[in-house]
């Protein structure tokens, strides 16, 4: 019974052909269109690999500007402590300055004192003398 289901034909080639000619066309569409859906899930793939390495690439140059962002926030950060830094310095050096000179008035006027004191011994010299 089972030899009585089986039809042999041949086909436009000239191939023999066990199945029937109607589900050898619907086999051989089926067989078109797994084809044709392996090409589009094989370009799906290629678009995917694309976009990932265009998103990569993109995450690449913003961890990149990320980090150059951050450089200059700490430079301007460390711009700003070196100026407090230098006019820390610059305040010690104007005390210091200050107190050399109320240092070298307090010696110039000790000097005048002095030469005061000596031009009145000198003067009380020179009247004792005449």
């Known amino acids: 019974m089972a030899d009585s289901d089986i039809q042999i034909t ?16 619907q086999m051989e569409n089926l067989s078109q269109e797994c084809q044709n859906f392996t090409e589009k899930i094989h370009q799906f793939g290629t678009t995917v690999q694309t976009l990932v390495d265009v998103l990569d690439g993109q995450a690449k140059r913003i961890e990149f ?56 011994m000198i003067e009380r010299l020179s009247n004792n003398d005449v």
């Open 10 to 25: 041949f086909d436009a080639d000239n191939h023999i052909r066990v199945l029937d000619p109607e589900k050898f066309k």
């Open 65 to 120: 500007e990320k980090l150059r962002a951050i450089g200059q926030k700490n430079l301007a950060e460390m711009e700003s402590e070196n100026r407090r830094r230098k006019q820390q310095q610059m305040r010690a050096l104007i005390a210091s300055k200050e107190a050399e000179l109320s240092r070298l008035t307090t010696y110039y006027d000790s000097l005048e004192k002095v030469e005061r004191e000596q031009k009145a």
